[in-house]
């Protein structure tokens, strides 16, 4: 099913997060040794950084896709309560977080390392029960402005009485989207949607379903609880939607490559609540929510959805990636001592010439990149009546190729930038090119990688198939 088209306006709908606030703390360094003391690496920290975890996740989503979105919860009169407060306003997100001396603000730091994470240390206290009859007064009193409501409900307290929330959201019909986590399902009777992982779902069946049960016992759990509908998520498997009246929709992931899954469970249900918001169908909610979770997870740390991000061509092929996605990739690959082959082009009308070269290409390292020239690249170098082929069209096609690993595009009349962010082991162009000539050539030479040059089919090119065609 394609469900691609025009986004809706996520500025119309007003929705209510509501559950568990956290803080999380990353602090970033190099590795070089191991400690004298105990058999641990050394941390040089280079870099600290904070953002917005939990319920407070979920509200940024929301807020970074353009959503008029208010958030509730509790936080604690500390340093990290004061930084919820501060981002809240920097990021649009109306505040009605109770502040309380009472409370310690949940924090999570985490110790990374070339993109690792090496430990987590969780600071949190059980939060008061007469602190959350204070947030079911407040919510209560808010409650009838909004068209949804998104329940982030990490266990952590904020939630423990979350069946007086669902029903005030009932008398004012009011749907309500839950990403569970306490084990008392009951609790969750009456909500609409329902948004648990699949070790979630077994806790709440306390059983492990094999593949022809999951849809008995995903019914029989919609049944219990009255729900409308049970989506489940289920990492590299995709996402899982089992509605009432018996109907199942299955969408696979779309991640690219999986770096940090840290929050993206806020992603999906914030962009599932956005488009749900909006009036979007079930199936069509699932596509985007699925293909946002693809995104954040070739993110490091807490990440959020962009509208950029969704409406980016990422949603036409799973190879063509930003900038910042694919060099994260590259990393990765050269610490694994894989050899990165890079070459660019318009590639305006595959032909037989195209398909030798790029398999030429491949056969020279493990992975190949393609830089593609944007359409206003094109229309720069070749004039106003190319490309015949979009930007989009031209993805699809070289996706397409099993021998093209990743796409990458680029503005610039030349490829040079790119080249350099990128640093490929080896950058190949046709042998018609002379070395001093090509972009990036000289970058990577001195940079130790090497410039190959590959023979390309004679009599074949775009110019004189386009040629040809204005000949019939």
């Not at 469900?3 to 007003?14: A, C, H, N, Y």
């Not at 409370?103 to 969780?122: A, E, V």
């Amino acid at each position: 099913m394609n469900f691609e088209g025009e986004l809706p306006d996520f500025s119309l709908p007003k929705i209510l997060v509501a559950g568990d606030i956290m803080v999380d703390k990353y602090l970033i360094g190099s590795t070089e040794r191991i400690s004298p003391e105990a058999p641990v690496p050394v941390v040089n920290v280079e870099n600290e950084e904070r953002r917005l975890g939990g319920a407070a996740n979920v509200a940024s989503n929301l807020s970074s896709i353009g959503c008029d979105v208010t958030l509730i919860g509790l936080v604690g009169k500390d340093n990290q309560g004061e930084f919820v407060v501060s981002e809240l306003k920097s990021k649009q997100i109306k505040n009605e977080v109770i502040v309380d001396s009472d409370i310690q603000t949940i924090t999570k730091l985490r110790i990374l390392s070339k993109n690792m994470q090496l430990i987590r240390l969780d600071f949190e206290k059980k939060i008061p029960n007469n602190k959350q009859d204070y947030l079911i007064k407040k919510f209560k009193k808010i409650i009838q402005k909004f068209d949804l409501v998104i329940f982030s409900d990490y266990a952590k307290g904020s939630l423990f009485k979350i069946n007086e929330l669902i029903k005030t959201c009932n008398e004012f019909n009011i749907p309500t989207l839950i990403d569970p986590k306490q084990k008392n399902t009951e609790i969750y009777r009456g909500a609409t949607f329902l948004k648990p992982n699949f070790l979630e779902f077994q806790a709440m069946i306390q059983s492990v379903p094999n593949s022809e049960e999951i849809k008995v016992k995903a019914l029989d759990l919609i049944q219990k609880l009255n729900l409308k509908a049970l989506i489940i998520t289920n990492g590299s498997k995709g996402i899982s939607l089992f509605e009432k009246d018996g109907k199942v929709f299955e969408q696979k992931a779309f991640a690219n490559e999986v770096y940090d899954v840290t929050g993206a469970g806020d992603t999906v249900i914030a962009v599932l609540g956005a488009f749900l918001a909006c009036g979007t169908d079930l199936k069509k909610s699932i596509f985007f929510a699925n293909k946002a979770a693809g995104i954040v997870i070739g993110k490091l740390g807490t990440s959020f959805i962009t509208k950029e991000d969704l409406t980016d061509i990422n949603f036409r092929s799973k190879k063509f990636l930003k900038i910042d996605q694919l060099i994260k990739i590259v990393e990765n690959k050269k610490e694994k001592n894989l050899k990165i082959t890079m070459t660019n082009g318009c590639f305006d009308i595959i032909h037989a010439g195209h398909i030798n070269y790029l398999e030429k290409s491949k056969k020279l390292g493990d992975f190949l990149i393609v830089a593609l020239n944007s359409d206003a690249s094109i229309k720069k170098i070749k004039g106003d009546k190319r490309p015949i082929n979009n930007l989009e069209d031209r993805i699809a096609v070289l996706s397409a190729l099993r021998c093209v690993d990743y796409i990458v595009c680029f503005d610039e009349e030349t490829p040079s930038k790119i080249i350099e962010l990128i640093n490929p082991d080896i950058l190949v162009k046709g042998a018609d090119y002379s070395i001093k000539d090509i972009a990036g050539a000289e970058f990577i030479l001195k940079n130790g990688g090497k410039v190959e040059l590959i023979e390309i089919k004679r009599n074949i090119s775009t110019s004189k198939l386009i040629s040809k065609l204005k000949d019939l």
